[in-house]
Structures are given as C-alpha cells and as structure tokens.
C-alpha cells in the first residue's frame, strides 16, 4: 500500500480518533461480519464504511445542503415564490451555522484513538473533496472519523446493510433478471467456517420484524450432482451468511404463482422462519404453560389449533427453528411430543444447560 504525501497532505496512514462507545462498536461488528480482530482488518473494515457511506451520512455537509437547497426550490416552484434568490441564501447560510455546530462534539478522554491505513480509493475520494470538506472540518481526518462516529450509532440492521452495500446492490439489479451463485458461510462440524454455493432468484431484501437483521428472499435450491431434479423452494438467508455473490447469464421473470407466493408468505410471516415447507409439530403444555401461551407473543408461531381430545395439547404450523426459539420461553411448562428432532433438540439443551449447574455445584 502507497503512503503517497500528495499536495492537500493526504496519506494513506491517519490516526482515527473516534468515541469509546463507536470504537466497541466497530470491534463488535467486524466479529459480526466473519473477521477476526486485527489491524488489517480494522483498517479495512474503516474503509469499506467509508466507500458505502459517506454520500448520505448526515456529516457529508455538502450534500445535505444539496439536498436541502434542492427542496426548497421545488417548494418555490410549485408556490410560484418571487424572491427567491433571498430565500435561498437566507436557507444557505442556516444551514451552514446549523452544521458546524454539529462539530463541536467535545472530546473525551475515553475516545479511542488507532492508527489505520485508509484503501487507495478512499484517499482519492478525500483528495478529490478536499476543498469543500474544509468548509465544515478542520482536516481530511475529522471528516473521515465523523463518518464512522455517525455509522457507529445507527442499529444494527442499518450497519449491516452499509457493510453489505455492494452486495445489496448487486442482488438488486438481479432482482427478477438474472440468476445469481451464492457463496455461502457455514459452520462444519468442527465449528470451521466453509463455503457452501447454492443457486438464487433474488427477490427483496427484507429486514425481520424486530429490526435486527436482513435478509435476501427468493428461491433457491442447493448445487449438488443432482440439483436438477430439485426444484426451487422459497428461501432467505441473512446477508452477513453471504460471503459472494456472482451473477451468472441465466436469465429468469418470477412468474405470477412464484409472486403471489413470495407475497403471502411475506405478509404472514417474520421473514427469519420464511420457507416454503411447513411442519407439524405437537406440543403439550401444563396448566401454567396454557397460561404463558396466551401471554408469550415474541416468535409465537401464528398458525396452531387445540387438540379436541387433550386441551392441555396444541398442533403448531411452522419452521422447526420458530418453535424451538419459541419453547425455549416455557421450560418445564411445555414438552414436545412430535416430532423427534425438535424434541431430542430441546432435551439436549436442557440436559446440557443442568450439566453445566450441576457441575458448578460440585466445584463449590
């Protein structure tokens, strides 16, 4: 990597200084998103930000008062405004006062500070800026670091959109077009991360209903010697599972039945249990469990029915997965009946989780 010192004194070395609380963040995504903890990382993590987001963060100034200047004209033109020339450079110095006082974030002595070496195209970017970044920020490197600051304060959902921007942007594009290989992350049984590549019809990217993660839907089915016989099931995965997307010249147009499926299953469903098969599970409760069944709502799974002959048993319509996270909340006071697998899954959770109690008692 250069470290070039060009005319505006722009190096690809800076020292990032940024909050603790942005600073934990950064950490925490950058685990998030399948990378070990490191300087290189770091750094490349800081640029990757940067590339996505500094059009329409709030701290680009200039574009802000693009935009602001942009829907005051409208509003001009439509309302037949005479003057104005005044009200535009009233608007313009407002807006110019309003943003540096956005800058005078105090220092604290808990800001962290790292030295990172910015991508070649981010340096390019803050030459090419330079001069109207001086307008509101004393260097190059307040801008950059405000960038991060305001990314490190968004949710989640909306950072991990920004980290997989060029992602979103190209399974956008394929949208209803071009059938695309998804190069997925998977855990062996080792706990190692592998690459599995299954074949995608993009959708949407949707964001689950508790704003935590995104996800793309379509329909894929998995790359195997005989993935021809296999059709097409509807399928999400969450975006940080997405280590590459390659769009291949296999065109495709959803059809009305594949839409209107797409559609129902969306407006039913968190898309985090989306799929297109549904299983029977059957679930007995205790009496107090009948009365958390009425009263635990978060992953409650939306289609089931009361046994005719047993009331303490319900029937459950849903993914595997659903249920599982969703039985966690009842403990002793719910117990799976069918089928096996989730059974066998919940036992062994409980069974590992007593382990764990009893051996600390055995220590003590």
């Known amino acids: 990597m250069s470290n070039y010192l060009n005319d505006y004194g722009l190096t690809n070395e800076i020292n990032l200084t940024i909050s603790s ?21 770091f750094s490349k993590f800081c640029s990757i ?29 439509t309302n037949n405004i005479k003057d104005k020339d005044t009200i535009i450079k009233f608007e313009y110095e407002y807006l110019n006062s309003k943003f540096k006082d956005e800058l005078n974030r105090k220092k604290d002595k808990k800001d962290k500070s790292k030295k990172i070496y910015l991508d070649d195209e981010v340096v390019s970017i ?10 509101y920020y004393p260097s190059h490197i307040t801008f950059f670091s405000s960038i991060i600051e305001e990314y490190a304060r968004l949710p989640f959902f909306k950072r991990e959109r920004i980290y997989y921007k060029n992602i979103i942007d190209t399974l956008n594009k394929c949208n209803n077009n071009y059938l695309v290989d998804l190069i997925l992350f998977n855990k062996d049984s080792n706990n190692k991360y592998i690459n599995n ?12 209903k508790v704003d935590t993660f995104n996800y793309v839907v379509g329909f894929s089915k998995n790359v195997s010697s005989n993935s021809n016989l296999k059709k097409y099931d509807i399928r ?50 205790t009496n107090k469990g009948i009365t958390l069944l009425n009263q635990i709502l978060y992953m409650k799974p939306s289609s089931f029915i009361k046994d005719s002959e047993n009331k303490n048993v319900y029937t459950f319509f849903c993914s595997e997965r659903q249920l599982e996270i969703y039985l966690k909340e009842f403990g002793a006071e719910a117990k ?9 899954k919940l036992k062994d959770y409980y069974l590992k989780a007593s382990n764990l109690y009893n051996q600390e008692d055995n220590n003590n």
Do not use: H, M, W
Request: net charge positive; proline share 2%; glycine share 0%.
């Open 21 to 41: 609380f942005a600073y934990q963040i950064i950490i925490e995504d950058i685990k998030n998103f399948i990378y070990k903890v490191d300087k290189s990382n």
């Open 49 to 77: 930000i940067f590339l996505s987001y500094y059009k329409e963060a709030n701290a680009n100034f200039e574009e802000r008062i693009e935009k602001e200047i942009n829907s005051i004209n409208e509003f001009i033109k």
């Open 126 to 135: 803050l030459n090419c800026e330079y001069e109207q970044i001086r307008k």
């Open 197 to 208: 590549k299954v074949y995608f019809k993009p959708y949407k990217i949707v964001t689950d």
């Open 236 to 285: 999400c995965f969450r975006l940080s599972r997405i280590k590459e997307v390659r769009v291949s010249d296999v065109k495709f147009k959803f059809n009305k039945s594949e839409l209107s499926l797409l559609k129902e299953e969306l407006s039913t469903k968190d898309v985090r249990f989306l799929s297109g098969t549904e299983f029977e599970f059957k679930v007995e409760f």
């Open 336 to 344: 799976v009946i069918s089928p096996l697998s989730l059974k066998n």
